[in-house]
């Protein structure tokens, strides 16, 4: 996994609660291999509802922009991993928000993606900045938990673990496998221990 | 530690503890790992490591999410291609699989818990976020995404952060009419879809007890709606009585044991609670959800928000997106809102109970509008129509269809046109859910089979007078 570390680049405003993964990727394109490619799906239907919100992602002004802020509950719903590709695929490596459905978030880290929290009223002011909105620059550290807009910086939260797990582009898997006699071992006392436990048939 | 008193979760918890880092994370045993078509992104990861499953003994599959479920004989390519990969995967693996002609096949949240490989006690994971439901015979259970599912794949552990705990106590008595289902729209409503977020819920409390099996699987199964990591209720003899005789559960002397270790996980008296809801049973009516949320939920007797009145400026925005995307005037009475179709299924509302449900309203009279029935499994389906219940829903003019995900998700062929409005008993209304520009509203069995018959959303405890439910 790709470590993340500081980001230099540009935002998308996206001033919407509970965006949940059921828009971030439609169900329907969820059918082909992770080398294909996931971008394209990136809020598929929400970007060509009339009036939405979500159109700024097609606003030249924020072409190519790495962070996306948005409201509370981001990512809330099914534990599809695609909403996650969707984002990473089209270029998004931090998520601004109040709060996030629990899997989603776990499964933004093993992507590489940053979801970053913020309090409600931080993020109103960010959606409000003039700066944010016109497309300009904004900075992501995640060493120091800070974001900087102009002359104005937020310090946000992150769950220790992730963090380190982030800025070290870390694999759990080859961690876990450091564990393997500890895994053994508690897997022989717990069939002893729970005979019940193992399938029967 | 030993005095300390615990709740069941954590219990649970520390039985499945194989270690915890400084940092706080555990390393967590897994007892049963499940798995559906959508599991294909975790077999490719494993490839690309030329890994192996470690143990396909506690691993089981099911075709539910893809499958057709009408002409079987004639699925189209793509289709098709999600259940082949699902079986070659798993065949690949030594991995057993509740395939399409299986007589177990069915949601994998509707069957497994019915073939007995869902326990008290045990930790249950399956990449998809209604894994809750498993909860209702006090499991540990949760839903995770494909990178988990791989590691859990290799190495039958997960990684895990002690939730914070909450509980939910519904005590009193339900009035007639209301169920599961209710007490769940009613929570989510009322702490809203971010209200259980970073915990664990153990639901508590008289009416609780009160409930059958299957309304407790319709509970845990909505704890994700109200964004909680796991929805769980303590063992109990209801419990018990339903897994005696299930095909996996302990046989003989095996399950007594178990039954004697499945009683002591109930939390104990003043075991500490990081959050509590208290709901009084007695205030629940049948609910239904107008908007593009679960949390968007109301009494039937009740009227369309007015997002004028609503003070916050953001949330205001939210009810007039809602009620632009769902078609709906500020004010208007739900009992008027017409819909086009229905759609019984789903892994929150498609068992026996829930079917048996829907056709004592239904029997004898003819539906207004269009709708499909799915069975949760093809074992449901079977004892269904040895009661007779397809008949029902037959001669309503509602189609009885083979079992699978169907119209929840809208990914396997059967979907809402865009724009048309369909009573549903599934678990999200999320715009789009039903297909694509699809208007969906939330509610009981009972409550779509009014709603079919009027054509509009209802009440159904007037139909349901001098009738047995
Ligand atoms: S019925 Fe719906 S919610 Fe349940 S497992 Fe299938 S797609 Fe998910």
């Known amino acids: 996994m790709k470590p993340f570390v500081t980001l230099s680049t540009r935002a998308c405003p996206l001033p919407v609660a509970n965006v949940d993964t059921d828009q971030l990727i439609p169900a329907r394109f969820m059918k082909q291999p992770r ?3 996931y971008g394209a799906f990136l809020l598929h239907d929400l970007r060509r509802e009339p009036g939405n919100a979500a159109a700024v992602l097609d606003d030249p002004r924020h072409a190519g922009a790495q962070v996306l802020v948005a409201r509370r509950n981001f990512g809330c719903g099914s534990s599809r991993e695609a909403a996650v590709y969707a984002l990473a695929d089209h270029g998004i490596r931090c998520v601004i928000a109040p709060s ?6 776990s499964n933004a880290v093993k992507n590489g993606l940053l979801p970053a929290r913020l309090p409600e009223e931080q993020v109103d002011e960010l959606l409000q900045d003039a700066l944010v909105l016109g497309g300009g620059p904004i900075e992501v550290d995640l060493p120091s938990q800070t974001i900087r807009v102009g002359n104005k910086v937020f310090a946000f939260e992150i769950e220790p673990v992730w963090k380190t797990q982030l800025v070290n582009g870390w694999d759990d898997i080859d961690m876990t496998r450091s564990y393997a006699a500890e895994i053994e071992r508690f897997a022989a006392q717990d069939a002893a221990a729970r005979p019940w436990a193992a399938p029967a048939g | 530690m030993a005095d300390t008193a615990r709740t069941i979760i954590d219990k649970i ?16 045993w897994v007892d049963r790992h499940l798995l559906h078509e959508g599991s294909f992104l975790a077999f490719d990861q494993l490839a690309a490591r030329e890994a192996r499953v470690a143990r396909p003994d506690l691993t089981f599959g099911v075709a539910d999410h893809y499958v057709p479920t009408r002409n079987r004989d004639a699925i189209v390519p793509e289709i098709r291609g999600m259940v082949e990969q699902l079986v070659g995967n798993c065949a690949e693996h030594g991995i057993t699989l509740f395939g399409l002609d299986d007589r177990r096949q069915g949601i994998v949240h509707v069957t497994m818990p019915a073939q007995g490989l869902t326990l008290p006690g045990l930790i249950v994971v399956c ?17 995770i995404g494909a990178s988990e599912v791989a590691h859990v794949m290799m190495t039958q552990t997960i990684w895990q952060k002690r939730p914070r705990r909450m509980r939910i106590s519904v005590d009193g008595r339900l009035p007639p009419g209301s169920t599961a289902k209710d007490i769940a729209l009613t929570v989510i409503a009322r702490i809203g879809t971010d209200g259980a977020q970073g915990h664990a819920i153990e639901f508590a409390g008289s009416a609780i007890r009160g409930l059958s099996m299957e309304g407790r699987l319709t509970l845990c199964n909505l704890s994700i709606e109200a964004g909680g990591r796991l929805g769980l209720v303590a063992p109990d003899e209801t419990t018990f009585a339903y897994l005696r005789g299930r095909p996996f559960a302990p046989r003989g002397d095996a399950f007594e044991r178990a039954v004697e270790d499945w009683r ?13 809801v208290v709901l009084d049973a007695a205030s629940i009516a049948p609910t239904v959800t107008w908007g593009t949320s679960p949390e968007q939920a109301l009494p039937i007797a009740a009227t369309v928000p007015d997002p004028d009145r609503v003070a916050d400026h953001g949330s205001a925005q939210a009810v007039r997106d809602a009620l632009a995307y769902m078609g709906l005037t500020p004010g208007m009475a739900l009992g008027d809102i017409r819909i086009d179709r229905v759609f019984i299924g789903s892994c929150t509302n498609s068992r026996i109970e829930d079917l048996r449900a829907a056709a004592a309203v239904l029997a004898g009279r003819r539906a207004a509008v269009p709708g499909l029935v799915s069975p949760g499994s093809s074992q449901v389906k079977r004892q269904a129509e040895e009661e007779g219940l397809d008949r029902i829903f037959r001669d309503a003019g509602l189609e009885w269809v083979e079992s699978g995900c169907s119209m929840c998700v809208g990914m396997n062929g059967d979907i809402v046109p865009p724009g048309e409005r369909c009573a549903s008993t599934t678990n999200r209304n999320f715009k789009g859910r039903q297909g694509p520009g699809a ?9 779509v089979a009014a709603a079919a018959i009027a054509g509009r959303l209802t009440d159904m405890r007037p139909l349901l007078a001098g009738r047995t439910p």
């Open chain 1, 35 to 37: 080398s294909a490619g």
């Open chain 1, 100 to 105: 996030f459905g629990d899997i989603f978030a």
């Open chain 2, 13 to 28: 918890w520390d039985a499945h503890a194989i270690t915890t880092r400084e940092d706080g994370q555990s390393l967590l």
């Open chain 2, 127 to 143: 990449g998809d976020s209604h894994t809750s439901t498993h909860g209702a015979l006090g499991a540990y259970a949760f839903g």
């Open chain 2, 264 to 276: 002591a996980l109930a939390s104990d008296r003043d075991a500490p609670f990081d959050r509590e």
């Open chain 2, 439 to 447: 208007r969906t509203h939330l509610m009981s069995p009972a409550m």
